[in-house]
């Protein structure tokens, strides 16, 4: 096995509010860029959390994806959003795609700042003994 595992930290996200609240329209988009990027949706779950004293209530979005999974998670008070993509294989390297599915949904939210991190997952070879 082996695979690559992208976040995302979005900071002072500039979009319209309704990507950050509607569980409906972010799920929709999710779905498209997952498409657009070359991967397979293979279930989905969208939830909506209520309104607080501090704000409208965030929302998260999963994907699951034959290739692993697409998650994010907004916080519209602090205009927020968390993202991770996982993308593994044992036959195909799906890099590129998980990178554009990322990149997609980082330009519709329009962060002011993002910090990104990339980790290599699995073995990488026949002989790698795990240290679990």
């Known amino acids: 096995m082996r695979g690559l595992h992208l976040t ?3 900071h002072g996200c500039r979009c319209d509010m309704r990507w950050l609240t509607d569980a409906q329209m972010l799920g929709a988009l999710c779905l498209e860029a997952v498409a657009a990027a070359g991967l397979r949706a293979v279930g989905q779950l969208f939830h909506a959390f209520p309104a607080t004293a501090h704000g409208p209530g965030g929302v998260t979005v999963a994907v699951l994806l034959a290739e692993s999974h697409l998650c994010v998670h907004t916080w519209p008070e602090l205009r927020g959003v968390t993202m ?20 997609r949904l980082v330009a519709a ?21 795990s240290g679990l």
Do not use: I
């Open 8 to 10: 995302a930290d979005l």
């Open 109 to 129: 939210f329009d962060p002011a700042r993002v910090e990104r991190h990339a980790m290599q997952r699995g073995a990488l070879g026949e002989d790698a003994v």
């Open 84 to 103: 991770d993509a996982y993308v593994c294989n044992v036959h195909a390297d799906h890099s590129a795609a998980a990178g554009a599915l990322v990149a």
